[in-house]
């Protein structure tokens, strides 16, 4: 997955000995692993900001991921890449949804919808979900259910 590439990456860029902030490598392989380690850093980042709970759940709970993620902010940060542009937030914005950083004041994921005054929270979405798929359930059966026997005329000829 997406991790495993990085880890690839990144070992390709450390073995090639390759400053994020110096010239853009010419060897085929390592141009290679420097635009998956900036690409999949950025993608990841979006997913984060898209997903938070979803990536929290997973992140929270794997060390290898962090210092993977925190190595690839740290080194899109130098290349560049990112400075300018519409995606020149994205590292920033990971890095505090992360906790990788300390949140600014003003911090506020451009994707968070607040529907609070309609569910109070993720668990009563869950909960209200869970409470329409059994009613469709119930419905379903319902008409499953047969009302006693079925007599059909049959014409039967000798």
């Known amino acids: 997955g997406l991790c495993q590439v990085l880890e690839d990456s990144r070992a390709v860029l450390i073995a090639a000995d390759v400053p994020p902030d110096g010239p853009f490598p010419q060897d085929e392989k390592i141009k290679d692993a420097y635009s998956h380690v900036v690409e999949n850093t950025a993608f990841f980042g979006d997913v984060v900001l898209r997903f938070p709970k979803i990536v929290h759940h997973y992140f929270d709970r794997n060390s290898n991921w962090n210092s993977l993620i925190r190595w690839g902010i740290g080194f899109c940060n130098l290349t560049g890449v990112f400075e300018q542009g519409p995606h020149s937030q994205v590292l920033g914005l990971m890095a505090q949804e992360l906790g990788i950083s300390e949140k600014s004041p003003d911090y506020r994921n451009p994707f968070k919808t607040d529907h609070s005054e309609f569910f109070p929270s993720a668990d009563a979405l869950q909960k209200a979900l869970r409470e329409e798929e059994k009613r469709r359930k119930k419905e379903e059966k319902r008409k499953e ?11 039967l000829e000798l």
Do not use: L
């Open 145 to 155: 259910i047969r009302k006693g026997p079925r007599i059909s005329r049959s014409h």
